[in-house]
């Protein structure tokens, strides 16, 4: 196949992202690294997902504003061994985030709670593109074009980390990708 559609189909098999939706339950949020640098964690059980059928496309989720967490000034002086602070990112359809979840936040010592803290002060700052998912169809010529399209919520996890060295704060923020 060449043409419009050609493009239209291998963009539609390259773009089956499978974005965990809004319904995540609060559950431990894993963030081990697999040797190769990047970060995976199993899904929380009843994470529901969107599956794009023949003729959906996805766009967008992505992020264009990231604003990096304050190291609590508290915590600098006694430069304490890194933090990591795994966070599920609940963004609404306009692509602002609207919630931070954090598992094991409530059994958290004061030390991770100011992490914690600092990790939702900025995340909820963070903007991205709106998740667009369009329904494509050809005419009869077989040229493709959207018949219609929407945005919908979404959610993606990071994982913050937290150092200090030699008296000098350090934090970074990376996106984490599920073991599915």
């Not at 994470?47 to 794009?52: C, D, G």
């Not at 954090?102 to 100011?114: I, L």
Request: proline share 9%; glycine share 8%; net charge positive.
């Amino acid at each position: 196949m060449t043409g419009p559609m050609s493009v239209f189909w291998r963009g539609s098999c390259a773009l089956l992202l499978l974005l965990a939706g809004c319904a995540a339950p609060r559950q431990q949020l894993e963030s081990p690294t697999t040797g190769d640098g990047s970060r995976r964690m199993a899904v929380p059980p009843g994470t529901a997902r969107y599956q794009l059928a023949l003729g959906e496309v996805s766009s967008g989720a992505t992020p264009f504003r990231r604003v990096a967490p304050t190291y609590p000034l508290e915590l600098l002086a006694s430069c304490p061994p890194p933090q990591e602070v795994p966070a599920l990112l609940i963004v609404d359809e306009r692509g602002a985030v609207g919630e931070v979840r954090v598992a094991g936040e409530t059994q958290a010592n004061a030390s991770r709670r100011a992490f914690i803290a600092a990790v939702r002060a900025a995340a909820l700052q963070w903007r991205f593109t709106p998740l667009r998912i369009d329904h494509w169809a050809a005419d009869a010529d077989g040229n493709g074009h959207v018949v219609d399209g929407e945005t919908r919520p979404f959610s993606l996890a990071y994982v913050f980390r937290f150092e200090c060295r030699a008296g000098k704060p350090m934090v970074s923020a990376t996106p984490v990708t599920d073991s599915r």
